[in-house]
């Protein structure tokens, strides 16, 4: 049951985070148009079942007068509506209260704002110490998201065969990271990648929708394109075992999706995103129309 759409305004960000799903960055292109979001808006009242709606990136703020807009029209539509931020714009908690203020008034319900060493190591104050000090004096509902850069100690690697989780949470294998934050790291056999850890495939409660019309179950893995066929008609008319990506990694994950399509593929890996990653990479060719766009991939 589909409850949430997260909007992703733009891949553009001014960071470029060796841990980012989406290969964000200052170079990334594009960016939704006020027009593209009312149709989305269209299409999600056709979806009874959505609550929320937040705007994501890259980096929403970059765009703060279209983010403020939809939030306003989100809003008025009696969606619940969330941001998610790097919290760049808050140089001071001053400067962040004014940024925040709009918002606040419009009834934003919930600001999730990175907070780590990703983000920004070697900075003595985080702006996102202060965009949350600024966020809970306007008593705005907020929380930080914290991920740590994988790191291994000693004796780790006789823990992690054993399926334990290599030292440093929340940081997934995909998109920049597979390439940027593996090396070193202990490893296990593909085999034993069976499912996927992280995404219900079969039953999304949430995908993202991007600026080209591709609807994210995972970041690459789209359901369609809502530019192509109406967003309402492609989330009624899902079916996992019908899409060639999504029925292997339900029924045996990764290890079967690596199987199914005879994936040159390397005897170890970090998690099951690492491998599940690196095999959708190999078959872009194969499914353009299911593993998209090409930037998610570095391409």
């Not at 925040?100 to 704002?113: M, Q, R």
Request: with cysteine; aromatic share 12%.
């Amino acid at each position: 049951m589909l409850t949430g759409i997260h909007l992703l305004l733009s891949y553009k960000c001014d960071s470029e985070c060796d841990h980012c799903f989406v290969y964000s960055g200052p170079e990334a292109k594009g960016t939704f148009t006020l027009k593209q979001i009312k149709e989305v808006f269209a299409e999600l009242t056709k979806i009874e079942t959505i609550e929320w709606i937040y705007f994501e990136g890259g980096e929403p703020f970059l765009f703060y007068p279209l983010m403020y807009e939809g939030i306003r029209i989100a809003s008025g539509m009696g969606f619940k509506t969330g941001i998610v931020t790097n919290a760049y714009w808050a140089t001071s908690e001053e400067d962040a209260e004014l940024w925040l203020k709009p918002l606040y008034h419009l009834g934003v319900s919930d600001i999730s704002i990175s907070d780590d060493a990703f983000h920004y190591e070697g900075k003595e104050i985080a702006p996102a110490k202060h965009a949350l000090k600024a966020a809970r004096k306007l008593g705005m509902p907020c929380g930080s998201i914290c991920i740590d850069k994988p790191v291994v100690e000693e004796g780790i690697d006789k823990d992690y065969a054993k399926g334990k989780p290599v030292v440093g949470g929340g940081t997934m294998f995909r998109g920049r990271a597979a390439e940027k934050l593996t090396e070193g790291l202990p490893r296990r056999p593909w085999e034993e990648f069976t499912e996927c850890p992280y995404e219900d495939l079969r039953n999304p409660e949430r995908v993202h929708l991007d600026q080209y019309g591709n609807i994210h179950l995972c970041q690459g893995l789209s359901m369609g394109n809502m530019w192509d066929t109406p967003l309402s008609k492609i989330v009624k008319d899902y079916n996992a075992d019908s899409h060639p990506i999504c029925k292997p990694l339900v029924n045996g994950g990764p290890a079967l999706l690596v199987k199914e399509y005879d994936v040159q593929h390397e005897d170890k890996y970090v998690d099951a995103c690492h491998i599940c990653y690196l095999a959708r990479l190999a078959l872009l060719d194969r499914f353009p129309q299911y593993l998209a766009p090409r930037s998610v991939y570095g391409l």
